[in-house]
């Protein structure tokens, strides 16, 4: 016959047991949620994304009984990270085309970011349409004079000829691509919040049990 006998305060045990098990599911659950938070931020900032989008991401932690602790990340901008988590397609509206600027292309005008609608022609001389079998269609403008820096020599831009320039005929042209024209662009995915959210539920066992494995050797 094999007998076995507790020697000790069972109950006394198994009440220390409990609060340290409570203690590591709290302190694990909580580090999990911090660590998660942190992590989506850094993955933010390595997408070349702004450090005011990755302070939207937030944590709150829920103690609760300690055994039932849980913890949220969210964020104060789910419409743009939604966007950012997925690879979309963006159609034109109301058209054939979206149009892309190439660099050629000024940016803002007037206070206004330029685009084929509202064009500054008096400025930068009249976007002509020119289509290309097989190949994305092109706005131009004919005729611009380069710009050229003088500290580098390179060109800073293009503008139309001046009355006593076209009348000359000798000032050199050039025809500038100021945009692409496309029926749709796919947009990439440039953050997996998801990944991040997976990677830490499967780490929360491992870190309530080093905190509990800690709590121990304490006690």
Known sequence: MIGAKFEGDLPRYMKQVGETYAFATERGTRTATTRAKQLIRAQIAGAGLSRRLGNTWRDKFYKNDRVNARGFVFTRAPDIIKGLAASTVIRAAGGRYLALPTAAAPKVFAGKKV???NW???????????????????????DLKASYSRADGRVRGFRPLTARQRASGRTPTATVIMFVLVPNVRTRKRIDPRAIERAARKALPDLIAAEFAVRRRRT
């Open 115 to 117: 685009t084929p609608t």
């Open 120 to 142: 500054p022609e008096g400025r930068f001389g009249k976007l002509e349409f020119v289509p290309r079998p097989g190949k994305p269609p092109l706005l131009v403008v004919k």
